[in-house]
């Protein structure tokens, strides 16, 4: 039976309780809010009595119905959405925005087993393709080839698993004319990461499935925009790598030189996702695109400080944070800024290398991340002006929540696709 969902700013009934949001009569649900986070909420309350065929009616804005779209969205049930009226003009930016979020939402739940690095590049260029087929080059880097081009940080934190590691390198070119890019998105693809050496506890490897949320992002991101009609160039690059256990895995103690003259000893082998970005940076600089945006779920400290409601935003270049931080809020997902100065890019010491990957105490010890983002601000051109970087706290529940069902939430992709419309 399709239920029919209607809204009203009115309280509902004395009967329902006081301040029910939920309001039942026959066939139909009225909920007592016009807030989207209310929206949202009252979408999972649905879900989770079993009810899964919905018929928005009455009056509903686009967020209204994009936060009923999230707050339904269900790994293990097929829910089906009958959307109430909207403009032309807003009814293609729903579609294009549930489009995107339910690839990013169930790449992001595949099982590790599926998704191995090289399925995880060729699926995203896939997307990508599908959207633009006449405007899109790419190009996969896998196994040895890394190293012989370079890309040592995703080659080393890859090597131990029995497949590759790989670097998707994607062109969006809407006027396949070759111009220099807008932009250049690059995202962390490690598909499982057990931690290596440094082994993650069976509780905190139970969703790194998820560690891939960066590349998810970003590919999202610009899926996003190019849905909403951007036509300018932007680069994609995806460092994807399993970070597992084997006799042929990188190890504590272990330098790597980067091809920018930057050696890194490996104090932690659990702080890969550093290492594997580093590629993606130089790939990015190299380009000369003057916005660069890398995401990634790079740290716990990062958790730790925003919670899982929001994204951390870091940045050297104060307006570009700034500028990051307005569109987020434009698009009604919340981002929160923490530090970054030029001497967190020192707070990793070595004795035997420019720098270490980590601090080798549990979590990076304090600042940890602000000391992740200080050692990328090492790999990025012209003292960070133009890049952000996105530490994506809000990217995975382990459980469900008011908000969001347990597995990817999809947070962030709206505010990448907005700034490369900028």
């Known amino acids: 039976m399709t239920l029919k969902v209607l809204l009203s700013k009115d309280s509902a009934p004395a009967h329902w309780g006081e301040g029910a949001l939920l309001s039942y009569k026959e066939d139909a649900v009225t909920i007592h809010a016009e807030g989207a986070d209310l929206v949202q909420m009252a979408a999972r309350k649905l879900v989770s009595q079993g009810l899964s065929f919905f018929a928005l009616q009455g009056d509903w804005e686009l967020e209204q119905q994009w936060a009923f779209f999230q707050g339904s969205y269900e790994p293990k049930i097929d829910v089906q959405i ?17 489009q995107t979020s339910r690839w ?16 995880l590049a060729q699926e995203a ?15 996969i880097v896998s196994g ?33 004319d070759s111009s220099a890019p807008v932009a250049a998105l690059v995202g962390k693809g490690i598909t499982f ?23 998810a992002t970003v590919t999202a991101g610009l899926a996003l925009a190019i849905l909403r ?35 890194v000893e490996i ?71 923490l530090p ?36 990328l601000s090492r790999f990025v051109p012209n003292d960070g002006k133009g890049w952000i970087h996105v530490d994506l706290a809000g990217a995975y529940n382990d459980s469900p929540t008011a908000y969001f069902a347990a597995g990817g939430t999809g947070h962030g992709f709206r505010t990448i696709a907005a700034k490369l419309l900028k």
Not at 200 to 206: D, I, R, T, Y
Not at 298 to 314: C, K, S
């Open 82 to 98: 009958d959307f109430a009226d909207l403009s032309d003009d807003d009814n293609k930016e729903l579609e294009a925005r549930i």
């Open 104 to 119: 990013m939402r169930s790449i992001v739940n595949e099982t590790p087993e599926v998704l191995a690095p090289q399925v």
């Open 125 to 139: 260029a896939d997307f990508i393709q599908s959207l633009a087929p006449d405007n899109v080059r790419y190009q």
């Open 144 to 176: 040895q080839d890394l190293e012989k081009q370079g890309h040592v940080g995703t080659w080393e934190v890859g090597r131990g698993s029995t497949r590759p590691p790989a670097i998707l390198k994607l062109e969006f070119d809407p006027k396949n």
């Open 193 to 215: 990461d057990s931690g290596g050496y440094s082994i993650k506890q069976s509780a905190g490897m139970v969703h790194m499935k998820a560690d891939m949320g960066g590349a």
């Open 229 to 263: 009609g951007l036509d300018k160039p932007v680069h994609l690059y995806l460092c994807c790598a399993e970070n597992l256990i084997s006799g042929h895995a990188y190890k504590l103690g272990d330098i790597i030189t980067y091809p920018n003259g930057i050696s």
């Open 267 to 337: 104090h932690n082998t659990d702080a890969e996702g550093r290492l594997v970005l580093a590629d993606g940076l130089l790939l990015a600089g190299q380009t000369g695109a003057p916005l660069i945006i890398d995401a990634a779920t790079l740290t716990g400290a990062a958790v730790t400080a925003v919670g899982e409601d929001y994204n951390a935003v870091f940045a050297l270049d104060d307006d570009e944070r700034n500028d990051y931080l307005n569109v987020a809020q434009s698009e009604n997902e919340r981002h929160w800024p």
């Open 340 to 375: 970054l100065e030029p001497f967190h890019a020192a707070k990793c010491p070595s004795n035997f290398a420019d720098t270490a990957n980590s601090r080798a105490v549990k979590g990076g010890g304090p600042g940890g991340a602000s000391n992740a983002a200080g050692f």
